[in-house]
């Protein structure tokens, strides 16, 4: 995607970031540092006698849905002189139509939108794009338009929008932009700022975005992918994430260093906080918060959440499962946000079976369901996260009427575990990599808890009854354990050679169940150092990769009461921040590495092309310890 940062000083181009053909006439910058948080990825690079500070800024504010919702990220460059000298400075950006999925010769609409504030705003809509429609080779939205903006801030603002080459030629001439609007396949929107004579700091500060109205096509009902105000238009939007810009960064910063704070206290190092904070954006930015487009009633507010990368299906439950923790943690009501519409669609009667639906659209933004009952299936899978989702929710935040009107359905479903969960026949987990296998004990172990999870909060006794049953058969009867008893097995009946990382006994502990004695994760903890891998712990002991997120789901039944086991907690954190600074992947943050090699495969490298994916909100498990709602919008 083009986003270039360039500037001058003193009349010499420099080229910043995101500029990887030389430009005549400019030298590149030398990079001096670069850091990130939970919020901010800041790389400050030196330019002759200036100090660029290139703070790309995406907030992250669930208590505050407007915020949230808007599809537009920051970009702050501040100028700094590094030697005492007062040069001549100008700041250059651009961007091109690579922000809504166009990469080839497409007809492109463009809109240039200035008031007396000295906000200036470019805004490219692609010609001949159905609604709903993405780039099927890497899943970028083709709909709606892309948004480029900024506000002159003691500084002259000038702009173009011309070819890439044209316009970043004029810059290193002149450090200012204008001539013919030349709309063509290379054609970039593009900012220069000129400081004039720089004293002290000077920022200027970009807000890109990727607007999609509607948002989501969910059963034939388009959802409003923001919340607007009175004003409803890209350009009041620009102006009010301008006007925001400050109280955002202010939440932003104080979230920050909570969460680094508190991983820090809860895993006794820098180790836990660095992958929490490189999770947060991610699990954030999978996600859509909508309103109806017709009503805009914020009272009927749903969270979309894209499986990006594995397979794009809508709000799928196996997904919704490992990304709780960071809901649990930050904010609690998303777990019903984001299976207030899974389970409006399971009431509507459209999915024909008894067990839980898998997802509700094969292909996002499509949330239409699966009425010809055909999605993947792994019924007790979804079933046991169904359950297990609405008790954490309702442990969490303490409402116990939501679940009333879909309690026939949870029935339903937890009948089904009643009578397919100690034996399941052959279907996938939610590892659907491995394949379709038959009496997966980590699916019992699942069963059981969701069963013990439904009758706690319905008050049935049989059904926690059974879900005790389930326990007692693998573990003290040992149907899911080795003759010794020391671990779980991978398939149930003693199957002795088998193993796997049984990451479904950490529900057990975040919910607080008991539905395993403790005994039985002393047992499942010690096991994992004996079959570690160069890498890691393997997901179970047919498979040579493993998954960051149930690594620290392992991690944090370690530390489950009458476990305590800190060692195995730090084996797991270390090697999950092992994958992510060993600098074999060129992906954003991948869940699922090899962790030996197998055919060749690199330790350390992403599996099935896995990257960018929610599933690393499971990251916050460990904190997840702690309680819930632990953030407010003060931090």
């Known amino acids: 995607m083009t986003w270039a940062v360039m500037a001058r000083v003193d009349g010499q181009a420099y080229s910043l970031f995101g500029v990887p053909t030389a430009v ?42 407007t915020r949230q919702s808007m599809p537009y990220s920051y970009l702050t460059v501040s100028a700094s002189s590094n030697d005492g000298s007062t040069p001549q400075v100008q700041v250059y950006s651009d961007a091109d139509k690579s922000w809504i999925g166009q990469f080839g010769d497409v007809g492109m609409g463009w809109n240039f939108t200035s008031d007396t504030d000295g906000t200036q705003l470019f805004q490219m809509i692609p010609q001949g794009v159905k609604k709903y429609a993405q780039q099927d080779n890497n899943e970028m939205a083709q709909w709606g338009s892309a948004v480029y903006c900024t506000r002159e801030n003691a ?44 004293q002290g700091t000077e920022n200027v500060t970009f807000v890109i975005g990727n607007v999609r109205e509607p948002a989501i096509n969910y059963l034939g009902n388009p959802q409003s992918g923001y919340y607007r105000s009175s004003c409803q238009d890209v350009y009041c939007d620009c102006v009010r994430m301008l006007d925001d810009l400050h109280d955002a960064d202010a939440e932003s910063r104080t979230l920050d260093a909570a969460i680094q704070a508190k991983a820090e206290s809860a895993a006794g190092s820098g180790n836990y906080s660095d992958i929490l904070a490189l999770s947060v954006r991610q699990a954030f930015g999978s996600l859509d918060l909508t309103i109806p487009t017709e009503s805009l009633d914020t009272a009927e507010s749903m969270v979309f959440v894209k499986e990006i990368s594995s397979d794009g299906n809508v709000n799928t439950i196996d997904v919704l499962m490992p990304m709780a923790p960071i809901f649990y943690v930050l904010a609690p009501d998303y777990i019903r946000l984001s299976l207030q519409p899974v389970m409006d669609y399971l009431a509507s009667g ?16 499509q949330a239409v369901g699966h009425h010809d009952g055909e999605a993947e299936f792994m019924p007790v899978e979804e079933c046991g996260n169904l359950l297990s989702l609405v008790y954490m929710y309702e442990l969490a935040t303490g409402d116990t009427s939501w679940k009333l009107k879909y309690l026939p359905i949870l029935q339903e479903h937890a009948d089904f575990l009643v009578l397919n969960g100690l034996y399941p026949t052959e279907q996938r987990s939610t590892d659907d990599g491995a394949g379709p296998r038959a009496n997966q004990t980590g699916l019992t172990v699942k069963a059981a808890i969701a069963l013990n999870a439904f009758g706690v909060m319905t008050g049935q006794q049989d059904y926690t009854d059974v879900g005790l049953h389930f326990a007692d058969e693998l573990y003290n009867q040992g149907i899911g354990t080795d003759p010794a008893k020391t671990h779980f097995t991978l398939f149930s009946s003693q199957q002795e050679d088998t193993w796997a990382l049984h990451f479904n006994l950490y529900l057990d502990v975040l919910l607080k169940l008991n539905t395993f004695p403790s005994e039985a994760l002393v047992m499942q903890t010690n096991f994992y150092p004996s079959v570690r891998q160069p890498g890691g712990v393997p997901l179970d002991s047919t498979l040579g990769w493993s998954k960051t997120d149930w690594m620290i ?42 962790v030996k ?3 060749g495969s690199t330790i350390g490298a992403a599996n099935f092309g896995y990257m960018a994916r929610p599933v690393v909100g499971g990251h916050f498990a460990l904190l997840a310890l702690g309680g819930a709602n632990q953030f407010t919008a003060s931090g």
Do not use: C
Request: hydrophobic share 35%; no cysteine.
């Open 24 to 65: 005549d006439g400019a030298q590149a910058g030398e990079l001096v540092s670069a850091e990130y948080t939970s919020t901010h990825t800041t790389f400050v690079v030196s330019a002759g006698s200036v100090d660029f500070a290139l703070d790309y800024f995406s907030p992250v504010a669930p208590h505050n849905y």
């Open 155 to 198: 500084s002259k603002l000038s702009r173009v929008f011309d070819s890439v080459n044209t316009a970043r030629s004029s810059f290193v001439k002149s450090g200012a932009l204008s001539g013919e609007q030349n709309p063509g396949a290379d054609t970039v929107v593009a900012y220069s700022h000129d400081l004039g004579t720089l």
């Open 350 to 365: 459209a999915w024909p079976h008894n067990y839980t639906v898998h997802d509700i659209g094969s292909n996002y933004p």
């Open 553 to 594: 789901f392992g991690a944090s039944t370690a530390m489950a009461p009458g476990v305590n086991n800190q060692g195995v907690r730090d084996m797991f954190i270390d090697d999950v921040h092992a994958t992510l600074t060993n600098r074999v992947n060129n992906v954003p943050l991948t869940d699922n590495f090899w």
């Open 597 to 599: 090699s197998v055919n």
